[in-house]
């Protein structure tokens, strides 16, 4: 999934529902119980070369907060993510549509 940015929560409020995370983040996803509230922390609007361009628009800013030689690695670290950028299509189906 692309990420844009160091936020994270560390954890959640007793109705919240944790749908998905990763070594980055223990809370990717979550809705909350009973309400039809869904939140992601990831982008998954974004895909791996639309993240990366957002990216290289921002490098400068992101050479003074990493340094420079770290900014142009994590530029270099961009992959596509399919899986996450299909999401909103499928949430889209089974929320709204009531397919599954």
Known sequence: ?????????SRLPSN????AYNDSAPYQALTIKG??????????????????GRF???????GEV???????????EFQPSPEASSLLLRFKQMLVEGRH
């Open 1 to 9: 999934a692309q990420q844009g940015h160091k936020d994270r929560a």
């Open 16 to 19: 919240a529902v944790s749908l």
């Open 35 to 52: 309400r039809p509230v869904y939140a992601t922390q990831f982008h998954p609007e974004l895909t791996g070369a639309t993240n990366r």
């Open 56 to 62: 290289e628009r921002y490098i400068d800013d992101y």
């Open 66 to 76: 990493f340094g420079v030689e770290r900014a142009e690695e994590m530029l270099e």
